[in-house]
């Protein structure tokens, strides 16, 4: 799966085990956050001031076993 923009938070967080510890690592709490269940991550990157683009490459780097993720 490919992360997008549009992607819920809930739903990132549902398809990899690891994503919780990306978020955290970009400052966010979303694992325990109430909006999860309905925002995207354009959305929160918006309201956190966080790239938008660094986070999706982040998170798109999860589903490819040759990336790193810092």
Same mark, same amino acid.
């Given at each position: ?11 990132? &967080?549902? @398809?990899? /085990? ?9 400052? %966010? *709490?979303?694992?325990?956050? +109430? ?5 995207? &991550?354009s @959305?929160? /990157? ?9 986070? %999706? *490459?982040?998170?798109?780097? +999860? ?8």
């Open positions: 799966m490919a992360y997008t923009q549009d992607t819920l938070i809930r739903d990132v &967080l549902t @398809s990899h /085990a690891e994503a919780a510890s990306v978020f955290e690592s970009h400052g %966010l *709490a979303c694992a325990v956050c +109430l909006g999860a269940d309905m925002e995207s &991550l @959305s929160v /990157a918006t309201m956190h001031d966080i790239p938008l683009a660094e986070l %999706l *490459a982040d998170l798109n780097a +999860l589903n490819d076993p040759d990336s790193e993720v810092d």
